[in-house]
């Protein structure tokens, strides 16, 4: 994440080629986060605390090859989960 102020509290895996990143927020005012993987992201989607998909998000290929970036907006004081799809 790029802002210190959202933490990456959880990681799991809800289905077989699926990341479920929950995140939870300390900023008092909304937040675009960007997330950095460290693997190819086929797709990525706004998701709940359980995994199920919601809005789907633009994953871009980092330029370096090693991996994708993804921008979740995270309300205020809030917990949001990003799901990712492996290729």
Excluded: I
């Excluded at 937040?31 to 709940?48: E, I, K, N, Q």
Aim: charged share 20%; with cysteine.
């Amino acid at each position: 994440m790029d802002d210190p102020r959202v933490r990456l509290v959880g990681m799991t895996v809800p289905r077989p080629g699926e990341v479920l990143l929950r995140l939870q927020s300390f900023a008092h005012e909304a937040v675009d986060c960007r997330v950095l993987t460290r693997f190819p992201v086929a797709a990525a989607y706004r998701a709940d605390y359980l995994g199920t998909k919601g809005a789907a998000l633009g994953a871009v290929d980092r330029a370096d090859g090693a991996g994708a970036v993804t921008t979740l907006a995270v309300p205020p004081l809030a917990t949001a989960a990003l799901l990712l799809v492996r290729p």
